[in-house]
């Protein structure tokens, strides 16, 4: 045998071990993930329950789908719950720009921007209901405790993204500006504002999207929106009403996250 | 083109209101040919151009009507009903809670909640596999490039983007509705709202797959199984873990969550010590999730960045 | 032995690529087929591993009938022809040596294949497949990490793997520059000479079908209008075989 060939054979990556053990690992964290389950069965009455919710979907209630007049109106309801998570977003996005700039390493330094990063942290992991029952506190239940909730809310998750855009601010082109003999301002105004702005506002919009699943969710525990509808109606057993109920939820956020992706793409690509 | 010099003459014989009309259409169209005009810029060698209308100013208003109609919505019909001054001298229940989780904290309740984070980490970890097992073959089924028949991958990806808008409270709460409280249903909560959003995930790689190589080994005699998986496999293999692991992180913070409609986990604690006022605990809580969460969070980073 | 017995292939959106073929190939030949595009030459040498099927006619491989290959029997046929793509066909994010023992799979069982495990015969064999072609040190680099030549060696590589006795090449060097298209030439050459494997390559750059064949193939709208030694073939001749004047695209290097 050649022995280029017999070297290069010794040479190969031997991971088999590797793998074997993490494979080992990997299926003793499931088992013993399984601990948590207590199988007593399937409850029958869940399996009916089930088939009949399954069965609702196809045929909710229009009258509450399609009312875009008085009444139970889920059209109305979802344009509650879209528009707190719209107010939301903006009031996220405007108050994530000053601690994105405070925590970015390119503009306060590693010390500075580590305790800004942590304090994003722990705001992203505040787990959003708690904080919404915290705002019904102030504002009783309904809408406006959404709107603040998903507010601050999302300064954690658009903060961190706007720091990642701001820390890849292409510095070349404000040298540029510089050579021409710009000042601050339009330095500030002319070379970092363009970078800037296409990329806050795609993480604006990214982050409705998932504010429209917030406020979904914040719906659920009082803040407005269709939430207390869904849960009321299966608490009554009508299903064809939460049927009608989650298509408004499904449909209203696949438009959004169509209409959303086209204008992000727009965005980035320069269309109009 | 009519005449935009001068504006129209009023006639004895003529309505007024045609009169009015037709001044108004006139100003509109003057308007919009002289800002038409204004953007025209006649360079020195005689080409003009006409400068495009900026379309961010276009999507501005929109902003800004939509906001105005929705904080109207809102915020002023809240303030209708409840005055200020009330609003004002209730944001004290904010701060206050705020507060009393860093003063009333209280470590001695740390053991007692050890069981319903594991519980809440197991419900996670066991919901994120079940899901993602499910959802690799269904994504090899709805990929166009993948399966000849594009009835059957449009109604695939059809039902999964159903599947995928239902946030994982909402399966929870319908589940313990149905079927009573306990870590099951979030498990299955879990499991079906990660089946839903990796699938998408996974279907949107493996469409861009190039299925050359799968050509290839099958023209080295295989069979397509074997080649299938010798070529295909291998170069999805990656991204799967790491999706998987990017769903699991989604999964923790939710499963943190679903307690509080009956699923298990630390979540019930979570909205017995809001009502019950107890902030202290609350503070131990919420100060253990977020290193609970900070650790996973790196550990799965870590993990993604090496696959890469 | 590759013999074309008056094979015809009609598709069946009506096109006739190929018109009562009649050839015989010996085994260590380095034959070239050239022609328009669309005149026959990939679904010639898609007839001989049978990718596609005769209309009419018999294909026999080494006494093999073509035609009644099917299942089991077809795979093991198969097994003994190497193909090259124009696109490489390399699969990614997979290191090279395991691109080059994916031929070997044919032989394994799932499990082996499942969690690529192989035999330390078939990773030496795979090394030597790489050594032949000169890219022993890249062995265990990431294959979509090298360059479109080296890439084209390991998918060259992957067919000696398969200690073919024929190999097919469909268009090997249109997806390369000048230099590096006669660096595979010449890959393809040597392997030809030394161990005796019969290559047929699609071309569709005549200079160089001509400077590296020993026999070429042309042909018109399915026919063979030309059949002979390289050394033969003159500007007549390929305005026979392309029906037209030889342009630019169909010369790599444009100064000859």
Do not use: C
């Amino acid at each position: 045998m050649n022995p280029d060939v017999q070297s290069m054979y010794q040479k190969r990556p031997k991971t088999l071990a590797r793998d074997i053990t993490l494979l080992i690992f990997f299926t003793i964290v499931i088992v013993w993930s399984t601990q948590t389950i207590h199988f007593d069965g399937l409850n029958p009455a869940g399996i009916v329950i089930s088939r009949s919710i399954l069965d609702a979907l196809t045929k909710p209630n229009l009258e509450w789908l399609l009312n875009f007049g008085e009444g139970t109106s889920i059209p109305k309801l979802m344009l509650e719950t879209v528009a707190m998570a719209f107010l939301g977003t903006i009031l996220g996005a405007i108050l994530a720009i000053p601690f994105a700039f405070l925590s970015a390493r390119n503009i306060t330094g590693r010390f500075a921007s580590f305790f800004g990063n942590t304090l994003i942290g722990m705001i992203r992991t505040f787990p959003i209901f708690i904080l919404g029952l915290m705002f019904i506190r102030v504002t009783g239940p309904g809408p406006l405790a959404g709107v603040l909730t998903i507010g601050i809310s999302s300064i954690g998750m658009i903060s961190k993204l706007y720091v990642e855009i701001i820390e890849d601010i292409d510095s070349g082109i404000i040298m540029a500006l510089d050579a021409t003999g710009a000042n601050s301002f339009q330095k500030i105004r002319y070379g970092i504002i363009p970078q800037l702005t296409p990329n806050f506002i795609s993480t604006a919009i990214y982050r409705f999207e998932i504010n429209v699943r917030n406020a979904t969710i914040l719906s659920l525990v009082g803040a407005g929106g269709i939430g207390f509808t869904l849960t009321a109606a299966l608490a009554v057993y009508r299903w064809v009403d939460a049927a009608a109920a989650l298509w408004g939820i499904v449909i209203v956020v696949l438009v959004i996250e169509v209409i959303s992706n086209k204008v992000r793409s727009m965005l980035v690509s320069g269309d109009r | 083109m009519p005449n935009l010099k001068n504006p129209p003459l009023k006639n004895r014989e003529r309505d007024n209101r045609i009169h009015i009309f037709e001044s108004i259409r006139w100003y509109f169209l003057r308007n919009i040919v002289q800002t038409k005009n204004a953007r025209k810029v006649v360079l020195s060698d005689g080409v003009s151009i006409t400068k495009p209308y900026s379309f961010g100013l276009f999507y501005l208003l929109i902003l800004i009507g939509l906001s105005y109609y929705f904080v109207d919505l809102i915020v002023i019909s809240y303030f209708e009903i409840t005055p200020f001054e009330l609003f004002v001298k209730r944001i004290p229940n904010f701060t206050n809670i705020v507060s009393k989780m860093i003063t009333d904290f209280n470590l001695p309740y740390l053991p007692r909640i050890i069981q319903p984070l594991i519980d809440t980490i197991q419900m996670a970890i066991l919901g994120t596999f079940i899901g993602a097992a499910f959802a690799l073959p269904v994504a090899f089924l709805a990929s166009q490039n993948l399966v000849k028949s594009k009835v059957l991958t449009n109604v695939i990806k059809l039902i999964l983007s159903f599947i995928r808008t239902i946030p994982t409270l909402v399966y929870a709460a319908i589940l313990a509705f149905a079927f009573g409280y306990g870590t099951t249903i979030g498990v299955i909560a879990t499991a079906i709202f990660t089946f839903g959003i990796l699938s998408k995930m996974l279907y949107e790689v493996i469409e861009t797959l190039d299925l050359g190589a799968f050509i290839a080994v099958e023209s080295t005699g295989a069979t397509k199984t074997k080649a299938f998986i010798a070529s295909i496999i291998p170069q999805i293999m990656g991204t799967f873990v790491s999706l998987t692991l990017y769903s699991f992180e989604i999964n923790i913070r939710a499963s943190a969550i679903l307690g509080y409609v009956g699923a298990g986990g630390i979540g019930i604690l979570l909205d017995d010590h809001m009502t019950w006022r107890e902030y202290g605990h609350l503070g131990v809580i919420l100060a253990l999730l977020l290193v609970v969460v900070f650790i996973i969070e790196n550990i799965s980073r870590y993990i993604r960045k090496k696959m890469s | 032995m590759i013999v074309f017995n008056n094979v015809s292939k009609v598709y069946s959106n009506g096109t006739v690529a190929l018109k009562n073929v009649t050839v015989s190939i010996n085994q260590g030949e380095f034959v070239a087929i050239i022609g328009l595009s669309g005149a026959g030459k990939s679904t010639l040498i898609k007839l001989i591993n049978k990718m596609i099927s005769v209309t009419s006619g018999t294909i026999t491989v080494n006494g093999e009938q073509v035609e009644g290959l099917r299942g089991k029997r077809l795979r093991q046929y198969r097994r003994k022809i190497g193909i090259v793509f124009q696109s490489f066909n390399l699969i990614n994010r997979t290191t090279v040596v395991r691109n080059v023992l994916a031929s070997r799979v044919a032989d394994m069982n799932i499990i082996a294949t499942l969690f690529g495990i192989y035999s330390k015969s078939d990773q030496i064999l795979a090394l030597e497949a790489l050594h032949k072609v000169g890219i022993l040190e890249k062995a265990y680099t990431r294959a979509d990490q090298l360059s479109g030549g080296q890439q084209q060696r390991v998918a060259l590589a992957r067919t000696l793997a398969q200690r073919p006795s024929v190999i097919l090449a469909d268009e090997p060097v249109a997806s390369l520059d000048p230099i590096t298209a006669n660096q595979i030439m010449k890959d393809f050459k040597r392997i030809n000479q030394s161990e005796n494997i019969t290559v047929i390559a699609n071309m569709h750059h005549v200079d160089m079908a001509l400077k590296y064949a020993d026999r070429v193939i042309g042909i018109n709208k399915g026919e063979i209008v030309f059949d002979g030694p390289s050394s033969e073939v003159n500007e007549e001749l390929l305005k026979k075989i392309y029906g037209r004047e030889i342009t630019d695209e169909d010369i790599m290097f444009r100064d000859q």
